[in-house]
């Protein structure tokens, strides 16, 4: 987990030396800046940083995958064979993360990207890998036991009252959008929306979940709106850093 943690810190800071390397920042600036975005957006974020403390499982390896594909992404203005491998090394890692790539895929469209119908098949691919290990290779491997353990632990009611689990969901949507404190809604209207809206796809299990409320903010299932997260406030630093430029 302090490989993954420590891979995921270098990834941010580095994205954060280069957008201020772009706009004419000195090598000082960079480093500064490239301390800061990692602090602000991975270790300030609570979706992105507790489960890697309150949560470690091996398949955290895959999270540095999807975050540098994600980062490539806002890097270059699209996808390319590049981000391609890195996002699938990311979801053969944890079989959800499909998901999440699979929705990127399908929102994302820029000049520098690839055309919407080799997104679109691209998304397809990832959504279908998912449901075919998901409901066919895993139960194969004996995994339908630990399938069902997991829906009843994620969505059953577990005693807990509406009121509690609406105040939960409320709390977890408050530290969603404080995530990165608040730099993720910078270039909202410049795109960077489609990235919240990535990671917000990915909270849903949180979001939906009714397990254990007291500890939900600290469940490994807040690690599929990390990436998004990541390149939400990476993105909205970018845009406001040319503009400044």
């Avoid at 706009?23 to 480093?31: F, K, M, W, Y």
């Avoid at 449901?131 to 969505?155: H, K, R």
């Amino acid at each position: 987990q302090s490989a993954a943690l420590s891979i995921t810190l270098v990834l941010v800071a580095r994205f954060f030396q280069f957008a201020s390397r772009e706009r004419g920042g000195s090598v000082t600036q960079a480093i500064l800046l490239g301390l800061w975005g990692a602090t602000l957006t991975v270790v300030l974020s609570p979706l992105v940083l507790n489960p890697f403390f309150f949560d470690p499982r091996p398949d955290f390896l895959a999270f540095r995958f999807v975050v540098a594909g994600f980062l490539r992404v806002v890097r270059r203005g699209g996808f390319d064979g590049g981000a391609l491998a890195l996002l699938v090394l990311g979801a053969l890692g944890r079989e959800e993360f499909a998901l999440i790539i699979a929705s990127a895929y399908f929102l994302f469209g820029s000049p520098g990207s690839w055309p919407r119908r080799k997104r679109w098949l691209t998304a397809a691919a990832f959504a279908t890998y998912f449901v075919a290990y998901f409901f066919g290779l895993s139960p194969w491997l004996g995994g339908s036991a630990l399938i069902d353990e997991n829906t009843e632990q994620l969505l059953g009611a577990h005693d807990a009252t509406l009121q509690d689990t609406l105040i939960t969901k409320l709390e977890i949507l408050l530290v969603f959008a404080a995530s990165a404190g608040g730099l993720i809604w910078a270039g909202f209207r410049d795109g960077a929306w489609r990235w919240i809206l990535v990671a917000l796809f990915g909270a849903g299990v949180v979001l939906v979940s009714r397990f254990r409320l007291n500890l939900q903010l600290n469940f490994h299932y807040a690690l599929f709106a990390g990436p998004a997260l990541i390149a939400a406030a990476a993105a909205s630093f970018r845009i406001y850093a040319q503009r400044k430029g």
